[in-house]
């Protein structure tokens, strides 16, 4: 008889180590951290600080406990980790443990064309794949100095701001559900339904468009398109009104938000917030309106901002995020010129397809284009920013004059908005956890990079 394999069984030894390991030093940072909370008890002589109170371990009533959620949780939205220590309801200390979504995206660009690296934005903040391939394109071209055509790049404000009512459909119908509403959710998703198809009509896919190119966009846009654009702006206004009629009234919706999650101006400027977040507090700052791109110094729209800080400010700022970016598409319709929609260089972008088909020239410089791709200056730099639904997002990109970028980073919004998340559950309940993190609006395939 043969001699059976030898199973290692479960007794794995030193092998496989990672994850007690991690865990090891996730507990031992929660532990060693001097929350807010701690220095405010010990400031007024109700903490373990020295001041002569009762020591925390001692605990009589054994009300501290450890909690772990995430990271797969649904109301942390993708695989995001919060362990938090309770003291009874009330949070004392949070440590976040992201990293779970991390592929090396940064490190894959530089083995990628300029072009080729297009899908791999889509799938970043994969709720508004549209604003990640235009950023994306927008460095590129500031990269290797690539003039767009003026109709290319009011399609693109289009679909942008098509991609900003997206996001943020889904942030308020996931919200909603969190907090208890699940009607909410249906209603949201019909509209990003509506948006999918104009994405469809547009770009030919419904999720991961990559429609923006280097240089332009890969198509024109289509007279239906138009025509259902122009229906949604009409319809989607009449949508808003009927949500802001239920929920602005709706004693649940916002008691659960009012005065949860709070952060004040200057908190937020120190922590670095951006986006919906950092105006939720206060901060007029919006990437369109202090460093315009695109033609946004050409149309007319407000920065809504709100005093509060806290979770219900987010919600209704958002809400009117919705409203003026379809003030801008209605300007961009109007205003859209005739004329090319890529520029006419092949050392700088994909000829058409009519070209390819039809031309010896064409379908060269589609290889040629294909092979080698863009090439920037050799030690040219770049950082363009836009900005997106979740708030400022940039690509950072060194040229060694070749068709790949040398070194690439991204700033992204969901990343730089979760290392305020800490501070801002800390002293909460561990009952609005969920709340807080949906008004954040994390997305950690664009955190984890």
């Known amino acids: 008889m043969a001699n059976l394999p030898d199973f290692p069984g479960l007794d794995f030894g030193d092998k496989f180590r990672f994850w007690p390991k991690h865990n090891e030093k996730i507990y031992e940072r929660l532990e060693s951290k001097h929350a807010w909370i701690e220095e405010k008890r010990a400031a007024a002589g109700d903490g373990a600080m020295g001041d002569g109170a009762p020591a925390a371990d001692e605990d009589p009533l054994e009300n501290e406990m450890i909690l772990n959620m995430g990271p797969q949780h649904p109301a942390t939205h993708g695989v995001l980790r919060c362990v938090v220590k309770l003291d009874g309801e009330t949070i004392e200390k949070a440590v976040l443990d992201i990293g779970y979504l991390h592929r090396g995206i940064e490190k ?62 889904l942030w308020l119908g996931v919200g909603l559900m969190d907090a208890g509403a699940v009607s909410g959710f249906l209603w949201t998703f019909q509209q990003r339904e509506d948006i999918y198809s104009i994405f469809d009509e547009v770009a030919g896919a419904r999720f991961t468009v990559s429609h923006s190119r280097i240089g332009g966009v890969a198509s024109d846009i289509s007279g239906e398109a138009i025509r259902r654009i122009k229906a949604f702006n009409e319809s989607f206004i009449d949508e808003l009104d009927k949500w802001e009629k239920f929920l602005n009234r709706n004693r649940i919706w916002i008691e659960r938000n009012k005065g949860v999650g709070r952060v004040t101006k200057e908190e937020a ?63 961009c319709l109007d205003r859209m010129p005739e004329g090319p929609i890529r520029t006419d260089d092949a050392k700088q972008a994909y000829p058409s397809k ?48 070749t068709g790949n970028p040398y070194r690439m980073r991204i700033n992204a919004p969901s990343f730089t908005n979760l290392q305020g998340m800490e501070y801002i559950m800390e002293g909460s309940l561990v009952a609005d956890t969920v709340v807080i993190i949906g008004s954040m609006d994390p997305v950690m395939g664009e955190a984890d990079k």
């Not at 500031?142 to 943020?168: D, F, G, T, Y």
């Not at 007029?284 to 901002?305: C, G, M, S, W």
Request: aromatic share 12%; net charge negative.
């Open 108 to 169: 894959l660009a530089e083995h990628k064309t300029y072009q080729e690296f297009m899908p791999y934005t889509d799938r970043m903040d994969y709720l508004s794949p549209y604003s990640n391939n235009v950023a994306w394109c927008l460095a590129v071209e500031k990269l290797a100095n690539i003039e767009v055509p003026e109709r290319a790049q009011w399609i693109r404000m289009i679909m942008c701001e098509l991609a900003r009512i997206s996001s943020h459909c």
């Open 269 to 331: 400027m120190e922590l670095g917030l951006t986006g919906p977040n950092l105006r939720g507090s206060g901060v007029a700052y919006d990437i369109r309106r202090f460093e315009p791109y695109l033609k946004y110094d050409e149309v007319d729209f407000t920065i809504p901002i709100r005093e509060e800080g806290d979770c219900l400010a987010r919600y209704f700022l958002r809400l009117e995020e919705m409203r003026e970016s379809v003030r801008i598409i209605k300007q």
């Open 354 to 401: 009519e070209e390819v088909y039809y031309s010896m020239e064409g379908m060269i410089h589609d290889f040629m284009y294909t092979d080698v791709g863009t090439v920037a200056p050799k030690g040219a730099h770049s950082y363009h920013a836009i900005e997106s639904p979740k708030g400022e997002l940039g690509f950072y990109l060194t040229s060694d004059g």
